[in-house]
């Protein structure tokens, strides 16, 4: 039915037909890959952070260094899983000169189970004086504190000379000249818990200074208008930067003010560990 010509024509489109078949298979991983490479490259890294991501999570362990339990702030305290009431019989002891000198100490006072106790207190670090009272060097270090029998009669930090400040122990002249340094940047001190944030006072200072002085005057208090003043003048507050400035500035206008402590603790990089503090030098 077909001349010579057409079944010539016909054989060579099936040739044709099948050559491009057999590339197409041939080939095609290759053009797959070509076109796909960069792609893939790009999801492959992305999954691999992301299960890098996850396992770092998994085994993710919050580091708990060691501490005097003295010494615990409510921010701490939440930190380790104390309640509210636990933290507050702590503090209420500590109110009244006295200090927990081992674990079994602590946990008569604050009540705190036996399972919690035995999480943290592996990491309870006391004074070496506290742990060796026989030692010859405890019996040194014990005749530069105020005898027990020896009545103090507590002072006003705010209106303490640099003398009765050297007078305490564990506190030279740097560093009472840096304490009356920091309280001409504030106006005066609110509260002795702020000594609890100043590098250098170590806690037996800190329990000397406590013992011997308190806050019984204000003068020189001057409130932060903490809705009105611009970021530039916020910083200069101590407890403030630039940055944690910005986010307050931020944070009031978007949210009409800033009216109590409740909402100081919403404001990124805000320090909670200071907020009470922090929040008695400013005017809402």
């Not at 309280?183 to 329990?207: D, R, T, Y």
């Amino acid at each position: 039915m077909f001349s010579r010509e057409h079944r010539s024509g016909i054989f060579l489109l099936f040739a044709i037909i099948i050559l491009v078949q057999l590339s197409y298979f041939l080939f095609k991983d290759n053009f797959t890959s070509t076109k796909n490479n960069p792609e893939d490259k790009a999801w492959l890294l992305v999954q691999n952070e992301i299960d890098s991501l996850k396992s770092i999570q998994s085994t993710k362990k919050d580091t708990i260094y060691p501490f005097n339990p003295n010494y615990i702030t409510d921010y701490k305290g939440y930190k380790l899983g104390m309640t509210i009431q636990e933290i507050d019989r702590l503090h209420a002891f500590r109110k009244t000169g006295k200090f927990v000198n081992s674990a079994e100490d602590f946990q008569q006072v604050t009540k705190v189970s036996n399972a919690f106790l035995s999480k943290i207190s592996p990491y309870f670090k006391f004074p070496d004086w506290v742990k060796n009272k026989t030692n010859v060097a405890s019996e040194k270090f014990r005749k530069f504190l105020p005898k027990e029998k020896e009545k103090i009669i507590q002072k006003d930090i705010n209106t303490a000379t640099r003398e009765d400040l050297i007078a305490v122990y564990g506190i030279g002249e740097k560093l009472a000249d840096k304490i009356l340094l920091e309280k001409e940047k504030l106006g005066c001190f609110v509260s002795m818990e702020q000594f609890q944030f100043m590098w250098g006072i170590s806690p037996e200072a800190l329990a000397d200074l406590e013992k011997r002085f308190n806050v019984k005057t204000q003068n020189g208090l001057s409130k932060i208008a903490i809705n009105e003043l611009s970021q530039k003048e916020l910083a200069k507050f101590p407890y403030f930067d630039y940055a944690l400035a910005k986010e307050i500035v931020i944070y009031r206008t978007m949210n009409n003010g800033i009216k109590n402590i409740d909402d100081l603790t919403k404001i990124k990089g805000m320090p909670n560990e200071k907020i009470k503090i922090i929040a008695l030098y400013l005017d809402f």
